[in-house]
């Protein structure tokens, strides 16, 4: 009924379909949540199964088909009911309880969408029984569970910082065995989410965006629960220790101590996993109180800085390991994927060379150009959060509430490039930029999509389909790059020539 005196019919959103209830967006999740942990019970990456060589060989083997049909059906659910309320939930405490029933089945669930975590576990297995894990792979270290770590990184040095090597050895002394290290592995993972799951309000409230919507991206989204839940992830903890650091530099700039104590957090992030490093120089922005200048900079970025430094002198002086970790991280880019945008555009320059009757040999060239791009475009990015913040008015309503959005944005944007040009890519690599997307008002369908694509790229047992289409997807996936780059590209308006 409508009329002068009729109350306005509230506005539908795009986004939540009024066909589609909270209620019905919650209880389709879980279902796909209970179907995900199904299939891991069938097929997932146990002990006692086998990486598969091939989808088909997959579906052919003893139930097979029932495993790929929950977990695609699983995978789908999940997925659509995480995009339904993309742009927001109906609030915080909604948003919250929602994610975290989805994330109550996959917590008994086996190891999910990657063997990842048998690679932590005799990583930890290496340092506890006095093996350097930056020296050797874990088959030579002698782990008495090799047969569970996927193949291509059983001779790979450990590619993770002192800290997280620690957690790893502290789960096995623990553990007793296997399944005792797995489930503390969860555990710290779960630990390293609820850290980020307690710092996202604040941050939220720091950046002028809405909670619930914040914490439905952040925290429902599947990659979440199947990579960082029941995969086991280190990426968790160092999200979770990464939002603590900037939350506490946001709320306390200028200040000594708790710039100390958040370059310390920041500095474990990195020494979990080094590519929270993209983050420090705007937290540096961050630490600045008052009006931008080369001094102020200096002096509180120099605090942050120390703490930084700090945390990675110490932890790396207590594990004994010291900086060993850092000639492992050329060895990730041994898996040579289309899924990256770099290598993707390396395969198809060298199936052109190809059809010429040559050998390019250019996935190394395109890496070692693409690692030069991402350098320039995180200057670029700092330079630009820098004259944004240095030219804001210096008032209540000026750079002192200009700051966190201009900081976390920026952040989001480097960790967003550093996803994108790096020589490889997983589907957990999605969860860094997402975490910071989520406190940015950036329309949520941009980085939502890509985000929900990844979630279909692995199977239960931590097949990555990506190995089984790779000339087709370089070729789509570099078709895709340049037109996003077309698309980029600044147009001159036309104007008539005058006569």
Known sequence: MTGPGAAPAPPRSAAAPRSLTPRAVRYAGLTGAVLLTVAGYLGGARPDIPLGATPVSIWRSPGGPATLTCWLLGTALLVGAWWSLRESAPSSRWAYVTAGLWSLPLLVAPPLGSRDVYSYACQGWAYAHGVDPYAVGVAAAGCPWLETVAPIWRDTPAPYGPVFVLLAALAVKLGGGLTGTI???????????????????????????????????????????????????????????????????????????????????????????????????????????????????????????????????????????????????????????????????????????????RDPGAVPVVRTVALVLLAGVLVLLWWRALRTLHDAPLRAAGVEATRPRVVLHGAALALTATVVLSPVFHPWYATWPLALLALTPTRATWFALPAATAAFLALPDGTNLARFTKAPGAVAMTALLLAVLLRALPRRPWRPRPR
């Open 183 to 357: 489930v503390l592995l969860r555990v710290i993972a779960v630990a390293g989410l609820l850290l980020a799951a307690l710092c996202l309000p604040a941050l939220a409230r720091a950046a002028e965006v809405p909670t619930r919507r914040a914490a439905w991206l952040a925290l429902a989204a599947p990659l979440i629960g199947v990579h960082l839940v029941a995969g086991a992830h280190n990426d968790a903890v160092m999200l979770g220790l990464l939002l603590c650091g900037l939350l506490v530099v946001i709320r306390r700039p200028g200040r000594p101590p708790a710039l100390l104590l958040a370059g310390a957090l920041l500095g474990l992030a990195v020494t979990v996993k080094a590519s929270a490093v993209v983050v420090v120089p705007f937290a540096a922005l961050a630490a600045v109180h008052g009006r931008y200048s080369v001094r102020a900079l200096l002096r509180d970025g120099g605090w942050l800085a120390g703490g930084l430094l700090a945390a990675l002198v110490v932890t790396s002086a207590l594990s004994g390991l010291g900086f060993g970790w850092v000639g492992g991280l050329t060895r990730s880019g041994d898996s040579e994927q289309w899924t990256s945008p770099p290598t993707a555009v390396g395969f198809v320059v060298d199936y052109a060379g190809a059809l010429a009757g």
